[in-house]
């Protein structure tokens, strides 16, 4: 049992379990612990190497008398912490095997919510009922620190090396130490109130959401930064860390955003289905390891996938039961939405375009909460023992939480994920795009009918099971079982005489779709497939089991009845470059002549024209609209009928655009003003670009070339430029830059000066003030002229030349024996072109302002 020691001492204390619990005590038995602590979590050289070396140092320990502490390993680092609420403790779990490796009890209270937050090797347990913080070793299973300092309803982040208390009631964040968990400087009030949940980027910077100013805020270390506008007020918030980066989803407005300091970066429009219910019924995961957000809009079925790397959306229709749903997962090709009414996860595979079998993690209603972590997905409900680890292949492992670390405990055992080669069953009939419903389906519509507007059903079910349960089931204890060895297949029943069904189909087309609006989803059907015919019984009713027979020869059996028509899979729907990609599973029925694609509109063309049965379930639509979006449904073709597939998700044939590049800023003749210029947007799929201008001080200005002319700007400023690429899918990352309108400074030569012993002052502006710096008479060399403004009118005094009064002043700078003077003079001694005439000299100087 790993067990915490104290400095020169071997006792053992109660406070911690760990695998090897009756390994002995001693030098020897800590090395037999580690051992087999080791050996469950890693096997490979370091390990091995780590095994010698830390028995050693326990030998040398033991010697010197300092005891063994911090000589064990940690627990494997593939793995995830687990809490536990009724029992008040977090239990590591390896990721590759299921198994529990160590298990840390916290205090406990009389209703716990505990949390995990993990950034390397900190550990922080919060505890929601109380608000208390607890820092875990993960080196020694220890509890190393607790903090009370906190309200009941906090929430902690962590990340980047920084730890937070979030009160999201009292709209406050407070950074803490990590190892301490001591404040670190004052509470931050973010001036508003509730705050959302906020994520920690891998800088260390903290993200709050606030939805009553519809902003984010970053927060480093104990310094408010200037709020970014995501949102309108009042408008829900979701705040995602995907793959390092803070993205930011507008519920209301539809829009998920990449944001960095410098403000909202990729801004992505999401489907308009999205829109269609309820703002709380939209979740999105706290962070994903890649760069895909899984946006999920439970009330109203659909799925939309965001790829902020490519700016492009994937979307799926699907009814799921009236449950209760947490945030979705992505990892790998799947989709996972945990169900927390049935305590089961919703698998989706993206690339197959269907629905697998749900993924039974407690079977009883709870918070089920997943995460991905190291490659691996977690799903935990901390009010229950069970939990389970999915990896990449979709291979599951189910957790039991309670076991003994170390050992194979009740419930651990490993579920192979559902591994389909090809579009056939074992019985040979096409794989459902979701799995079996539990109500009646819809009615199937006729050839060439738009299909209902009825998406996928996905019921909460346990994977299957064998056909008849085991004759001794085993004691229910409260855990998961262990698993029995299961017995070998039996026989399949040998076939009997069965009936002969004779089908015939009536089916009556519908018109071509209507061109589109802004939302082109196709119209309901006019018309179904109806099967009618007649029975002739040839035999016996069939029967699930092989009849006995004293004869040794096999009754005849007849043919199996012909297979139903079916139609194929809702398609999933995706955006590229002038394109929408169509991606279906086949039907699980009898099986089709050929796949076609229906509702498409005016000025779309798709490939292929139509789809044998064993060719890859993909149509691309080219054409139309960025502002348009598009549904389509697939029909399959029968020789007594056709069937067709519920509707694809509406959605845009483009991407939002790429960034512009390379600003060039020339400032104009004389400045206030500039041309800026950029190489345009690329991969728009040939869809209309325009640019959102913005410098500092001006109004917005949207332009479809990729150059525009600014104004009415004062000389001597610099001004922030940004350049913003937009379409109706979305808008790019902006494109910056500076104009800076600093006069470009002109050497000229003093004059006239002559040479009377009278000096020529250089003032602090542009009127005649106490002389300090001087000009000596008679100079006539080089000065410097930055730009010239108006001042007090002054008349030329000395010198033979005639000049009218000028009220032209000239910002110089002045050196002489080394020295530099900067300040005014009147531009009447200066042989500026337009001296004389006491006028600017535009076409070689620019004005101050």
Known sequence: MFQRRSPGSNDIGPEVS????????????????????????????TAVV????????????????????????????????????????????????????????????????????????????????TGRVTRIDPALLTVA?????????????TGGGRSWRISAGRGTVQAMDPVTLAP???????????????????????????????????????????????????????????????????????????????????????????????????????????????ILASDTGTLTLVDIDNRSVKAVPLRIDNHEYGGPQVLGVRVYVPDRTTGSLVVYNTAQARFETPIKVTGVPGPLQITVRGGLLWANDANNATAAVVNVQGRVHEIGKDGTPGRDTPGDRSIPGETIPSAQTPSGSAQPSRPPSTSPGPQEPAEDTAPPEEPITVPAQEPPTSPEPPSNPPETTGRAPKPERSAPPPAPPRQVPGPTVTVTATVTPSSTPARPSKSARPSA?????????????????????????????????????EAPMKPPGVPQAAASNGKITLTFTPAAGATPTRYRLGGSAEGLTHTPDSIAPGGAKMFTVSGGKCDTEYSFFVIADYPNGSMNSAPSTPIRPCTAPTAPKGLKITPGQGGHGATLAWSASTNTGGAQVSYQVAVQGLPTATVTAATHVVGQ??????????????????????????IDLTPPPVDFNVGPNIANGVTIGIHPGPKVSARSPQIPAGYTGKIT?????????????????????????????????GARVQGYMTDLYVRTPNSAAGTFSSARLWTCD
């Open 18 to 45: 760990g695998p090897g619990t009756n390994a002995g005590a001693g030098p020897a038995g800590s090395v037999r612990r580690l051992v087999e602590r080791i050996r469950l979590g890693r096997r490979s050289p």
């Open 50 to 129: 780590a095994v010698l070396a830390t028995g050693a140092l326990i030998a040398a320990s033991a010697i010197v008398g300092v005891g063994a502490m911090g000589a064990d390993a940690a627990v494997s680092d593939v793995g995830a912490w687990l809490p536990s609420n009724a029992r008040g403790t977090v239990t590591h779990v390896n990721g590759l095997s299921g198994r529990v490796d160590g298990r840390v009890a916290l205090a406990r209270s009389n209703d716990s919510a505990l949390e995990v937050s993990n950034d390397g090797d900190t550990v922080l347990v919060l505890d929601r009922k």
């Open 145 to 157: 620190q607790t903090s009370d300092a906190g309200n009941p309803a906090d929430d902690i982040a």
């Open 184 to 294: 670190l400087g004052a509470p931050v009030d973010l001036g508003a109130k509730p705050l959302g949940r906020a994520q920690v980027d891998a800088g260390g910077t903290l993200w709050v959401p606030i939805s009553a100013t519809g902003e984010v805020v970053p927060v480093r270390e104990s310094q408010k930064g200037p709020a970014i506008k995501v949102a309108e007020p009042g408008g829900r918030i979701l705040v995602t860390l995907a793959s390092g980066r803070i993205v930011v989803t507008d519920v209301v407005g539809a829009k998920t955003m990449v944001v960095t300091d410098g403000g909202v970066g990729l801004s992505i429009t999401l489907p308009t289905d999205m829109t269609k219910g309820t703002g709380d019924k939209l979740s999105t995961p706290d962070a994903t390891e890649g760069p895909v957000v899984p």
């Open 525 to 561: 059907p006019t018309a179904t497939a109806t099967p009618t015919g007649t029975t002739t019984s040839s035999g016996p009713p069939a029967s699930s089991k092989p009849t006995r027979s004293s004869s040794p020869t096999p009754p005849a059996s007849s043919p199996p009845s």
């Open 713 to 738: 700007l004062k000389n001597s400023h610099a001004y922030a430029v940004s350049v913003v690429a937009g379409n109706a899918a979305g808008s790019s990352a902006a494109l910056t830059g500076s």
């Open 785 to 817: 002229v930055h730009c010239q403004t108006r001042g007090q009118r002054v008349t030329r005094d000395r010198g033979d030349e005639p000049a009218a009064p000028s009220d032209i002043w000239d910002r110089v700078t002045y050196t002489a024996g």
